[in-house]
Nanobody
C-alpha cells in the first residue's frame, strides 16, 4: 500500500558529498516522521537522522554538523545531504517513514522501510 523508493547512493572519496532522496507513494493519508537509518557490514542498523512533519530534526552524534535532513511534505519526499564523508559512513542507507493510512474506514499508523541504497566512501 505504501512504498518508499530511495536514490542517490554511490561511491565517493573521503571528504566528498552525496545526496540521498526518498519518495513515498501509495494510499497515504499523511506522513508523520521520516528518517534515514544505516547499516554497515557486521553492524546493527542505526539511526542517522529523523525529521517530523513540522520540520523538527534529530541527528546521530556521529553525523551532526555534516549531514542535513530535509523534507517536502507536498511531495512526500525526504532528502539527506551528506558532506565531509568518511569511510566510517560506508553503509546501506534506508529510508523510513511512519505513514497514516485508512483501512476499512479506520486510520492506522504504518511504518515503512525503503529497499536501501549503498553508500561507499573510499579513503
Amino acid at each position: 500500500q505504501v512504498q518508499l523508493v530511495e536514490s542517490g547512493g554511490g561511491l565517493v572519496q573521503a571528504g566528498g558529498s552525496l545526496r540521498l532522496s526518498c519518495a513515498a507513494s501509495g494510499s497515504i493519508f499523511s506522513i508523520n516522521d521520516m528518517g534515514w537509518y544505516r547499516q554497515a557490514p557486521g553492524k546493527q542498523r542505526e539511526l542517522v537522522a529523523t525529521i517530523t512533519n513540522g520540520g523538527s530534526t534529530n541527528y546521530a552524534d556521529s553525523v551532526k554538523g555534516r549531514f542535513t535532513i530535509s523534507r517536502d511534505n507536498a511531495k512526500s519526499t525526504v532528502n539527506l545531504q551528506m558532506n565531509s564523508l568518511t569511510p566510517e559512513d560506508t553503509a546501506v542507507y534506508y529510508c523510513n517513514a511512519v505513514a497514516v493510512i485508512m483501512v476499512a474506514l479506520t486510520f492506522r499508523r504504518l511504518e515503512v522501510w525503503g529497499q536501501g541504497t549503498l553508500v561507499t566512501v573510499s579513503s
